[in-house]
Structures are given as structure tokens and as C-alpha cells.
């Protein structure tokens, strides 16, 4: 038998038990993978695990298999074997989790990401300037106009678009007119 690795890893007929965190609170979920597998389907058992983590992968043993399970409530303290059954076989013993009371949950740290653009710089126009993203609604509160100023603004700018479009089209009608009635002038008074 193989000497452990790593607290949480050890060597058995070439099968091998990892689990993720290798120290958890009781009612933690842990991850397990087990690498020396030839098959493609197995089970980790442990007295620490509520149930067994059922154990799948690919490529038979050539990459690990995969499984997760929860850490059983009311334990005490210590460390507990894993043992693993794949290819037809037991592996008693092939690995340990370490199970502690005053673990940290493992929650992410990070800051909230803002979803709209920042609002900085330009005095009193940044409000007017950034657009709120897409789905996220800008009301007064936000330091825009809102909805009904919005619509308001997008009403003027089509009644806008109308009237540029209408008087170019007078323009060219008025210019095509003049045109050809001073075509038409010229021709009949050289004719007469």
C-alpha cells in the first residue's frame, strides 16, 4: 500500500479517492473523484457521507470518475475513510475526508459588478448621456428622466424625422416643377 498524499488521497490496487474540500462542515456538499477506475461507473462510500456518491466518467480509466455527495449532520470531529467499488471490486480505504465543525462556508468574496454604465464625470449631463443597460429599468430615483421623458423624447425626435423627410420632398417636387414649366416656357415661345 501506497504512502497517503495530499491528507485526502491514497493509493489502493492503483485506485486513488480525492475529495473536495478535504475538510468539511458536517452538512457540506463535497466533491469525489476517483482516479485507477478501469469502468465507467462506480460508488465512494464513506461514514461520513449521507449517502453514497455514485460515481460516473468516460474513456474507461483514462479519466477519472466523477460524484458528489453531502456531508452527514452530527458527527463529531475527525477524520473517516472513503472507500471506492468500480470495475466489479472493492477498494476499501482509498481515501479520507476530514470533517470539522467550525469550517467557513465557502461563499464568494467578490464585489457586485454594476450592470449599467457608471455615472461620473461631465456634470450634470453624465445622467443624460448613459443610457441605462439593457433590462434595467432608469427611473427618476437613478438620476435619469425615466420612462415617461423617454417616450417623450423618442416622440419628438419621429415627429422630427417627419417633417425633414416631408419638406425635402416638397423641395424636390417644387424644384422638378419649376424645372420643367421653365422647360416648357422656353420651348413654346421659341415655337411661336
Known amino acids: 500500500m501506497l504512502a497517503p ?5 491514497y493509493a489502493h490496487d492503483g485506485v486513488k479517492v480525492t ?6 462542515s458536517p452538512g457540506a456538499d463535497v466533491d469525489v ?3 485507477g477506475c478501469k469502468g465507467t461507473t462506480g460508488a465512494a462510500k464513506s461514514q461520513a457521507f449521507v449517502a453514497d456518491a ?20 452530527g458527527l463529531e470531529d475527525g477524520t473517516y475513510k472513503v472507500s471506492v467499488t468500480c470495475d466489479g471490486h472493492d477498494h476499501p480505504d482509498v ?6 465543525h467550525d469550517q467557513p462556508t465557502h461563499r464568494p468574496t467578490h464585489h457586485a459588478t454594476p450592470v449599467a454604465p457608471v455615472r461620473a464625470g461631465g456634470g450634470g ?3 443624460f448621456a448613459a443610457p441605462a443597460a439593457p433590462g434595467v429599468a432608469q427611473t427618476a430615483g437613478d438620476g435619469g428622466l425615466g420612462t415617461p421623458y423617454t417616450l417623450l423624447g423618442l416622440g419628438m425626435a419621429a415627429i422630427a424625422a417627419v417633417a425633414v423627410a416631408f ?7 417644387a424644384g422638378s416643377g419649376a424645372g420643367a414649366g421653365a422647360s416648357n416656357g422656353s420651348g413654346s415661345g421659341s415655337g411661336e
Open 5 to 9: 498524499t495530499a491528507g485526502s488521497a
Open 95 to 100: 481515501g479520507t475526508v476530514q470533517v470539522r
Open 167 to 173: 419638406r425635402s420632398s416638397r423641395r424636390r417636387a
Open 54 to 73: 455514485e460515481l460516473t466518467g468516460r474513456d474507461g480509466g483514462k479519466n477519472p470518475l466523477f460524484g458528489d455527495t453531502t456531508i452527514r449532520s
Open 125 to 127: 449631463t453624465a445622467a
Open 19 to 24: 475529495v473536495t474540500p478535504s475538510t468539511a
Open 33 to 35: 473523484r476517483v482516479h
